[in-house]
């Protein structure tokens, strides 16, 4: 069957809208040229929304910018790209006291900002909201911001299928919008879609965080870099029937202890900076003490703290423990490890360009290098906002030396055939083999036969729908494909990276996966 699309003419178009993509807004706005916002779901549905611990950035008396870069190069492993982590602290500052200038209110001690720590950072430097709403504020303000410029439209509840590529040049996107498919051409894209988390049974993201950007991107022909750097976050709450909700790292920063099922302390055991080591080093000693104790989670003990300061400092947390009957100031919470945040993404420049001509991104569904192979904690809302406006700087430099797109095909989209599967029980079982053979530890066997599963759906791949959750399954399984053939590919354990087969840094072991395909024509 065949389907056709009307046509949408825009001067920029933002495909996403958490932090990356609302701060690009923002500064596109101030072109004076038409922008258009689409976003998958509800404006605010994005992981920028559930952000608790806050924002990492060098603006406290104790510290300074060189010990920030220090911190995010340690963390990365040996990964990071020097330029970029330098690009992101120093102009971090700037752009988060733009963001007050903007209406940001985040908390303080007196008149003075109050600063918190978090795992592998030096310094107390992590900026928080209403004690663990810091991604929810920062939401708020943008909305509101980019509210105040009548040349920014959205359009909501609008999955993206495609990007629309001719003569190597990223034209716009098609979506699907109701019963209808929309093409939408633009100057210039700047691709801000988030990360892939719903490729995991465990993860603390939205629902809509089903690697939509990336997979389009690859299909497209950008190049995708160290796709197999999933980041899994140690503390994610574990009650039977409760959602997977995210434990901030700054709980143990305010002094959380983890303790194994049989409510022994073991962090110590495993690094020198017990619970504030890395998160990749937390995540795997969480992993190894719920195999010695043969149980499905350990715990995070609270229970020191007063109550007045944990409903103080963590109130959303308090709140929703108890919604699911665990008082966080009586007693440890049960927790294990959740997926997270993909390091790897859209290969970009440190300002935003793609190998795809017209193409920019940022956000979590880029890499620009700043993550490396691990995460610093709170370094993903900095990267949202810093990025996120030097990407729009230069897709309005790009944008504004080409001319409105006139006319415009109308892109003719061929439905196929499911053959038989149910979507709902491949999208189960494609989270399943993901958690289980390409998700905390791997090794070549469990990648072999996480391979063998996924061919099982490769005709899903190919056979396009253009219902959410036909799209949706299709942008999991590639980016499923592009995360085990990058974990193939790197034989080595570096950072969130961990092989058991393969434990050590081997020779050759310092580069970066990368893939890239001949993109698929929609025409």
Same mark, same amino acid.
């Given at each position: 069957?065949?389907?056709?699309?009307?046509?949408?003419?825009?001067?920029?178009?933002?495909?996403?809208?958490?932090?990356?993509?609302?701060?690009?807004?923002?500064?596109?706005?101030?072109?004076?040229?038409?922008?258009?916002?689409?976003?998958?779901?509800?404006?605010?549905?994005?992981?920028?929304?559930?952000?608790?611990?806050?924002?990492?950035?060098?603006?406290?008396?104790?510290?300074?910018?060189? *010990?920030?870069?220090?911190? @995010?190069? &340690?963390?990365?492993?040996? $990964?990071?790209? #020097?330029? !970029? =982590?330098?690009?992101? +602290?120093?102009?971090?500052?700037?752009?988060?006291?733009?963001?007050?200038?903007?209406?940001?209110?985040?908390?303080?001690?007196?008149?003075?900002?109050?600063?918190?720590?978090?795992?592998?950072?030096?310094?107390?430097?992590?900026?928080?909201?209403?004690?663990?709403?810091?991604?929810?504020?920062?939401?708020?303000?943008? *909305?509101?911001?980019?509210? @105040?410029? &009548?040349?920014?439209?959205? $359009?909501?509840? #609008?999955? !993206? =299928?495609?990007?629309? +590529?001719?003569?190597?040049?990223?034209?716009?996107?098609?979506?699907?919008?109701?019963?209808?498919?929309?093409?939408?051409?633009?100057?210039?894209?700047?691709?801000?879609?988030?990360?892939?988390?719903?490729?995991?049974?465990?993860?603390?993201?939205?629902?809509?965080?089903?690697?939509?950007?990336?997979?389009?991107?690859?299909?497209?022909?950008?190049?995708?870099?160290?796709?197999?750097?999933?980041?899994?976050?140690?503390? !994610?709450?574990?009650?039977?029937?409760?959602?997977?909700?995210?434990?901030?790292?700054?709980?143990?920063?305010?002094?959380?202890?983890?303790?194994?099922?049989?409510?022994?302390?073991?962090?110590?055991?495993?690094?020198?900076?017990?619970?504030?080591?890395?998160?990749?080093?937390?995540?795997?000693?969480?992993?190894?003490?719920?195999?010695?104790?043969?149980?499905?989670?350990?715990?995070?003990?609270?229970?020191?703290?007063?109550?007045?300061?944990?409903?103080?400092?963590?109130?959303?947390?308090?709140?929703?423990?108890?919604?699911?009957?665990?008082?966080?100031?009586?007693?440890?919470?049960?927790?294990?490890?959740?997926?997270?945040?993909?390091?790897?993404?859209?290969?970009?420049?440190?300002?935003?360009?793609?190998?795809?001509?017209?193409?920019?991104?940022?956000?979590?569904?880029?890499?620009?290098?700043?993550?490396?192979?691990?995460?610093?904690?709170?370094?993903?809302?900095?990267?949202?906002?810093?990025?996120?406006?030097?990407?729009?700087?230069?897709?309005?430099?790009?944008?504004?030396?080409?001319?409105?797109?006139?006319?415009?095909?109308?892109?003719?989209?061929?439905?196929?055939?499911?053959?038989?599967?149910?979507?709902?029980?491949?999208?189960?079982?494609?989270?399943?083999?993901?958690?289980?053979?390409?998700?905390?530890?791997?090794?070549?066997?469990?990648?072999?036969?996480?391979?063998?599963?996924?061919?099982?759906?490769?005709?899903?791949?190919?056979?396009?729908?253009?219902?959410?959750?036909?799209?949706?399954?299709?942008?999991?399984?590639?980016?499923?494909?592009?995360?085990?053939?990058?974990?193939?590919?790197?034989?080595?354990?570096?950072?969130?990276?961990?092989?058991?087969?393969?434990?050590?840094?081997?020779?050759?072991?310092?580069?970066?996966?990368?893939?890239?395909?001949?993109?698929?024509?929609?025409?």
């Amino acid at each position: 069957m065949e389907a056709v699309s009307r046509v949408k003419h825009t001067d920029f178009l933002v495909i996403g809208g958490g932090a990356a993509g609302l701060r690009a807004a923002v500064e596109l706005a101030g072109t004076g040229c038409k922008v258009l916002v689409v976003t998958k779901d509800r404006p605010v549905e994005s992981s920028t929304e559930y952000a608790q611990g806050g924002v990492a950035v060098a603006l406290s008396d104790e510290d300074e910018v060189a *010990i920030h870069f220090r911190d @995010t190069l &340690r963390a990365g492993d040996g $990964l990071c790209r #020097a330029e !970029s =982590v330098r690009t992101l +602290v120093e102009e971090g500052p700037e752009e988060i006291g733009r963001l007050m200038e903007w209406g940001a209110q985040f908390d303080r001690e007196g008149v003075k900002l109050a600063f918190a720590r978090e795992g592998a950072h030096s310094r107390r430097r992590i900026l928080h909201a209403r004690g663990d709403s810091t991604g929810r504020e920062i939401m708020r303000t943008l *909305i509101r911001t980019v509210r @105040t410029h &009548r040349n920014v439209s959205r $359009l909501s509840h #609008a999955c !993206s =299928v495609d990007l629309v +590529v001719s003569d190597k040049t990223c034209r716009g996107v098609l979506v699907s919008q109701g019963s209808e498919l929309v093409v939408c051409y633009a100057r210039a894209i700047v691709l801000a879609t988030g990360g892939a988390g719903q490729l995991y049974s465990r993860t603390t993201n939205p629902l809509v965080a089903t690697g939509d950007g990336m997979a389009m991107a690859y299909r497209a022909g950008a190049l995708m870099e160290d796709m197999e750097m999933v980041q899994f976050h140690p503390t !994610s709450l574990y009650v039977p029937g409760a959602p997977q909700f995210l434990l901030s790292e700054a709980m143990r920063g305010e002094g959380g202890i983890l303790r194994n099922a049989r409510g022994e302390r073991f962090m110590t055991h495993y690094h020198e900076d017990a619970e504030l080591a890395p998160r990749d080093v937390v995540t795997r000693a969480i992993v190894s003490e719920m195999v010695r104790s043969r149980s499905r989670n350990v715990y995070l003990d609270m229970t020191h703290l007063s109550r007045e300061f944990l409903k103080r400092r963590f109130p959303r947390i308090y709140a929703t423990c108890l919604t699911y009957d665990v008082d966080i100031a009586d007693e440890p919470v049960p927790v294990s490890p959740a997926a997270h945040y993909f390091m790897g993404g859209v290969h970009t420049d440190v300002d935003g360009r793609t190998t795809v001509q017209g193409l920019f991104a940022a956000g979590e569904v880029a890499c620009t290098g700043v993550h490396g192979a691990n995460r610093l904690a709170s370094n993903s809302l900095l990267e949202g906002i810093v990025f996120g406006a030097r990407s729009a700087r230069t897709a309005a430099a790009y944008g504004l030396a080409k001319e409105r797109p006139r006319g415009g095909q109308k892109v003719r989209v061929i439905i196929g055939e499911r053959g038989g599967h149910d979507l709902d029980k491949v999208r189960s079982e494609l989270r399943r083999v993901m958690w289980d053979r390409v998700g905390i530890i791997r090794c070549a066997r469990s990648l072999e036969q996480a391979e063998e599963r996924l061919r099982r759906w490769d005709r899903l791949r190919t056979c396009q729908g253009v219902s959410r959750g036909e799209i949706e399954l299709r942008n999991l399984l590639d980016v499923a494909w592009i995360v085990l053939e990058s974990a193939k590919r790197r034989s080595n354990s570096v950072g969130a990276h961990y092989r058991s087969d393969h434990k050590g840094k081997e020779k050759g072991w310092k580069r970066h996966i990368r893939l890239q395909r001949a993109p698929e024509p929609l025409f």
